[in-house]
């Protein structure tokens, strides 16, 4: 990057808690050391998949602020990113956004793109702790940890020897040499797929969507959705929540797990049928292992808290501290290498939105 060109950076959002989990002091030092960079605070509501709703006096305020800048950065609380805004900000060649669930509901993705302006998403820096409780997951629903817990905590007793030899967590419950089928072969999916190496595990992947070339590159084998389910001791669920895949685990699927098997959701409460999981369930012969509902928080009369099969966790597999710095870390990542002349990594293209809002697949 030529030192003497130090590229201008605004970054719109809410405020605080964004600034504090953001802007860690390495962040802050890697920002000032190569470009000028300041917040601009606004406070628009918007969901994960609903736009913000339009705001002049925001928009007024941002673009005034951005009209010499080379990149805008969003997150909660920020305006569309809007042609409107975009007219009086004619030097931008790079919108990001920080944490907005990969689908850009704060930006006009086509008009950027209409414009040669480049689009990136850091909400994969939370695929690192996904990835991670996944692992964990998946470990303790091998070893029906669900049912030994409650022996030991609730009921208050011993689980013996002889006891734990007759346990599936002691027939099944070892990860390794087994087969895990992962549905979603995204940022989370490739992570995991580097803890799962040492265990030396044969991987089934369906995804649709991604590149078959990537089968070769990570030895994987691509499946369908119903073969995932027929031919892995444990599945793990990383799909993302669209019209496609709304509802789409239902008896089907958990019907052709294997006996002892293993169901992991770290991804979308609703993209499973929880009544046909249920029901799957209390058979008693296999365990799921769930980080997120639907709905959310799962009710206190529900069912799913009464078996010993089944490991609840309140959706907190991609919520920690080292989150926030992480996103942006990312993002800098990714100004250093569109200002150096590199390819950036974390692209986000119209075709990744209209996948988010249902487009068939092509395979």
Not at 64 to 86: F, Q, T, W, Y
Not at 187 to 212: A, C, E, N, S, W
Request: proline share 5%.
């Amino acid at each position: 990057m030529d030192p003497s060109q130090r590229p201008t950076i605004v970054f719109c959002f809410n405020g605080k808690p964004w600034v504090s989990s953001f802007f860690s002091e390495a962040n802050r030092a890697r920002l000032t050391a190569d470009y000028d960079w300041q917040i601009v605070v606004t406070d628009i509501t918007s969901s994960w998949t609903e736009s913000p709703k339009e705001d002049s006096s925001a928009e007024l305020k941002l673009s005034s602020a951005c009209s010499k800048a080379d990149a805008l950065i969003v997150c909660h609380g920020s305006p569309m990113i809007n042609e409107r805004i975009l007219n009086k900000c004619k030097r931008i060649r790079f919108v990001g956004e920080l944490e907005g669930d990969r689908f850009a509901s704060r930006i006009d993705v086509a008009e950027c793109e209409r414009r040669g302006i480049s689009v990136i998403d850091t909400t994969n820096g939370s695929s690192y702790p996904v990835a991670e409780w996944a692992l964990a997951l998946t470990m303790m629903g091998l070893r029906n940890y669900g049912s030994v817990v409650r022996k030991m905590i609730i009921d208050r007793a011993e689980v013996t020897y002889e006891q734990w030899q007759q346990d599936r967590g002691y027939s099944r419950g070892e990860l390794t040499g087994k087969t895990v089928g992962i549905l979603g072969f995204g940022h989370i999916g490739r992570r995991l797929l580097k803890f799962l190496q040492p265990f030396d595990v044969k991987t089934v992947v369906y995804d649709p969507y991604v590149t078959r070339d990537m089968a070769d590159i990570f030895d994987i084998q691509f499946t369908s959705l119903n073969s995932v389910f027929e031919k892995s001791d444990v599945v793990i669920c990383l799909l993302p929540i669209t019209p496609s895949t709304e509802g789409m685990l239902t008896a089907s699927q958990f019907s052709l797990m294997r006996e002892g098997s293993v169901f992991v959701n770290v991804s979308r409460g609703r993209v499973v049928n929880h009544a046909d999981l249920l029901a799957r369930l209390r058979r008693n012969d296999m365990v799921a292992c769930l980080d997120v509902f639907d709905p959310e928080p799962v009710p206190a009369n529900s069912p799913f808290r009464d078996l010993p099969n089944v490991i609840l966790s309140p959706h907190i597999a991609g919520v920690t501290a080292e989150d926030g710095p992480r996103f942006l870390s990312l993002m800098i990542d990714e100004l250093d290498r569109f200002f150096s002349g590199v390819e950036t990594r974390f692209n986000l293209t119209s075709d990744v939105v209209k996948l988010r809002f249902g487009r068939s697949p092509q395979r």
